[in-house]
DNA sequence: GAAAATTTGGGACATTTGTCCCGTATCTGC
DNA sequence: GCAGATACGGGACAAATGTCCCAAATTTTC
């Protein structure tokens, strides 16, 4: 639910000690519901959770929002563009207020080239993203919208996390009214 | 619609000139319908598509397909599997006839740490793999299924490629009924 | 603390989609 | 050529979903 892949913050620790300019990688604050990364604009950074959770979203051309994940400790952001050298393909704005590493996109691409256990880790870190995102459209797709429901419920709870109303319907990619029959549905039985 | 990385035949071609060992990379021919990957099964191998296009499909275990992609010249098969060291994720299957490079695993991943244009060509793929995939999924829940459906055949139209409803519906994750209806409507308008 | 904005909840209706089913056409292997 | 598998097409019904609407509760902002 929640990705996490907290060896980036022992990397970039190692990284820092060992003298990385102060430029090139900051640490910054953002309170709740302020944006990273927008859609469409080209990004000077990519961003590694220290603290907190980013809500990763693609925002459509007729209004509607689909939430690709939510992110926490370890997690990058912006790294898609950077390798890709392109505009942003999703919005990130933080869940809860955030601290995080900022890092020069050239900076990043340097410590990919340069740094073994970096690389390898941003190269484990997208193939987990792509078999995330394939296999949850997939099941979007293939199962019914109660049974994906009561399946992320029960992750939710786990988890101890509270969402809006909204974010689960985007997280779902279906309408708030749907969402709430759906509730009303499951709460019967 | 089928995804192509020409960069990685060149690339290969320049690794075996300098002399890869033929144990490692090998040339092998597939006839359509066949399986390379299985889903849940251990790999041995990563697979790169000389020519021909192959089917990524993930089989649920309600019995239903979803359409991951369509694979083409340059295409990469099974590095997830490889970088994560985990069993497959999906099924790939020849569509027409293939003819793929067969790369061992431990030699690919080898290759992803000595040859610098390699990572970077891998790095590159799996990002763009990632932001086509998200993409799709946010398309896939935000927009009518006629318009999904109409976008789908303006670029088959464009390439010229012919499919079977089961393919066309399994990538639209719907049903062949469906299918059927929504092509009976667009015909009449 | 009051006004504004957001979140929540749900009724009513039309539309979309899946499921089940049956029949025909086409391809494939022997 | 023929049997079996696979692809294709669509009727009928039930279930799921979106859209539009209104109203209460809650949060945010000044």
Chains 1, 2 share one sequence.
Do not use: H, W
Not at 37 to 42: A, I, P, V
Not at 151 to 180: A, C, H, P
């Amino acid at each position: 639910m929640i990705r996490k892949s907290p060896i980036f913050l022992q990397i970039l620790d190692k990284v820092i000690s060992e003298g990385a300019p102060r430029e090139s990688i900051s640490i910054q604050e953002f309170p709740p519901k302020k944006r990273l990364l927008e859609q469409d604009r080209n990004t000077r950074n990519v961003f590694v959770i220290r603290s907190g959770i980013g809500k990763c979203f693609i925002a459509e051309e007729n209004g509607k929002e689909y939430i690709l994940e939510f992110l926490g400790e370890g997690e990058i952001l912006g790294e898609i563009e950077a390798i890709r050298r392109t505009a942003g393909m999703a919005m990130v704005e933080s869940l809860t207020s955030l601290c995080v590493f900022k890092i020069e996109k050239t900076y990043f691409l340097q410590l990919l080239k340069t740094d073994a256990a970096f690389n390898q880790a941003v190269l484990e870190l997208m193939a987990t993203r792509l078999a995330n995102t394939a296999m949850r459209a997939s099941r979007q797709q293939l199962y019914t919208l109660s049974y994906n429901l009561s399946q992320l419920l029960k992750i939710l709870q786990q988890e101890k996390i509270v969402f809006t109303k909204k974010d689960l319907s985007g997280y779902l990619g279906i309408s708030i009214r749907s969402l709430n029959r759906l509730l009303a549905a499951a709460g019967g039985v």
